[in-house]
Nanobody
Framework: QVQLVESGGGLVQAGSSLRLACAAS????????SGWYRQPPGKEREMVAY???????YVTNSLRGRFTISRDNAKNTVYLQMDTLKPGDTAVYYC?????????WGQGTQVTVSS
């Protein structure tokens, strides 16, 4: 079992930056990949970025250049740096990890970008 706690969301103006954090606890040694998803209001959840155990990262094409995923292994924490935020980035952001091919999710953190 892995527990995930996201933090760092909030209300910001367009053009601002935010850094989300996802702290993992429990059986963290099983984690093979960590990622961020988001669910805009009235829409389905979509993948934002992920990082695998080798350190390789992937960011959805439409967000590349503005969003960056990274991790601190010592802190069992994955980060999502979001720059030049737009109102369209407004969503609940969820952390996700793969542990022995089982998916674990955080509770989500709200990001609201005002114009």
């Amino acid at each position: 079992q892995v527990q995930l706690v996201e933090s760092g969301g909030g209300l910001v103006q367009a053009g601002s930056s935010l850094r989300l954090a996802c702290a993992a606890s429990g059986d963290t040694g099983c984690i093979s990949s960590s990622g961020w998803y988001r669910q805009p209001p009235g829409k389905e959840r979509e993948m934002v970025a992920y990082i695998i155990h080798t350190g390789t990262t992937y960011v959805t094409n439409s967000l590349r250049g503005r969003f960056t995923i990274s991790r601190d292994n010592a802190k069992n924490t994955v980060y999502l740096q979001m720059d030049t935020l737009k109102p369209g980035d407004t969503a609940v952001y969820y952390c996700n990890v793969d542990c022995y091919q089982e998916q674990f999710w955080g509770q989500g953190t709200q990001v609201t970008v005002s114009s």
